[in-house]
């Protein structure tokens, strides 16, 4: 898994039809300061996340294992928004 930053939003109206009706997002991997590293890539959301949220994004095969994915063609979904990081006792994020 990796923590990504939602960055922006993907509309496809041509799309496979298994992903019709799918909330497509554009994330970009971030360090536990939130600090952006790595190119965008397009994530499917399962846990209605939204721009700006800081999340945890499951790739590969793994990403197939949801009951909201199975199935489906993708390789990166958000299994989770994150609330707060602590890294060594020190909290590096927390959600506003």
Avoid: C, H, W
């Amino acid at each position: 898994m990796r923590i990504a930053s939602v960055i922006g939003t993907v509309v496809a109206t041509m799309k496979q039809e298994k992903l019709s009706g799918r909330k497509l997002l554009l994330v970009r991997e971030v360090n536990t300061a939130g600090k952006a590293s790595g190119e965008p890539f397009v994530a499917i959301d399962t846990v209605d996340a939204g721009k700006g949220d800081i999340v945890v994004v499951t790739e590969g095969s793994s990403a197939r294992q949801t009951t909201f994915t199975d199935g489906l063609p993708v390789d990166a979904v958000i299994v989770a928004v994150i609330d707060s990081l602590e890294v060594e006792g020190k909290v590096t994020y927390r959600k506003q």
